[in-house]
């Protein structure tokens, strides 16, 4: 009699479970076409996005967009229209006139690697190197990222190559140091 109230409960449970087995096995091949679908590189993640159009210009025109379509990974601190809108009037104008000048710049918001809030978060700061050379000063204050005195506004945006946190400010590198007698 056990046995049988055994063998009936098991054919219960196959029959319920068949539903969901099924479920889970369509649930698993939608994850796997996900997995498939190539996701955007940064570049077009900051083209697609819409609040990033001076930035966009500014790679175009500093001959970076290729770059950030590139295999990376990259951390990118990718300043807002609204941050460049901060920018005293005309230094955009001359910055897009200064192609040197503007891919300092724009590489001074780079740093080689993915780097996630998390890992910022967790080591309380850092100073990590930027693609210009130049490190960046990153703390954590009052459960927020600053990264140069710019507030990290939105963070992890993910891309397929690297990561995208977004800033409120244009990061303006230290100028070069003067040659001495000059």
């Known amino acids: ?16 479970a068949g539903p969901a087995l099924a479920s889970a096995q369509h649930t698993a091949k ?10 955007k590189t940064i570049a077009q993640v900051a083209i697609d996005a819409g609040n990033f159009s001076t930035l966009v210009a500014a790679l175009k025109a500093a001959g ?24 005293p009037a005309g230094t955009l104008d001359a910055l897009l006139a200064d ?13 080689s690697g993915k780097v996630m809030a998390g890992d ?13 050379g130049q490190p ?6 009052g459960g927020k990222v600053y990264v140069n005195g710019a507030e990290v506004v939105g963070a992890d945006v993910g891309a397929s190559n690297g990561v995208i946190h977004v800033i409120d ?8 140091p003067m040659p001495a007698g000059r």
Do not use: C, W
């Open 1 to 16: 009699m056990r046995i049988r109230m055994l063998h009936a409960a098991a054919a219960v449970a196959a029959l319920l």
């Open 30 to 39: 939608q994850d796997t076409a996900k997995e498939k679908t190539p996701m």
């Open 64 to 87: 970076l967009v290729e770059t950030l379509q590139g295999a990376g990974p990259f951390t990118v601190f990718a300043p807002t229209d609204a941050a460049f809108a901060k920018l």
């Open 99 to 111: 192609r040197e000048k503007l891919t300092a710049i724009l590489t001074y918001h780079v740093v």
């Open 120 to 132: 910022i978060l967790k080591s309380n700061g850092a100073r990590p190197a930027t693609v210009n």
């Open 136 to 141: 960046l000063d990153v703390v954590v204050r």
């Open 169 to 176: 400010t244009v990061l303006l590198p230290k100028p070069a």
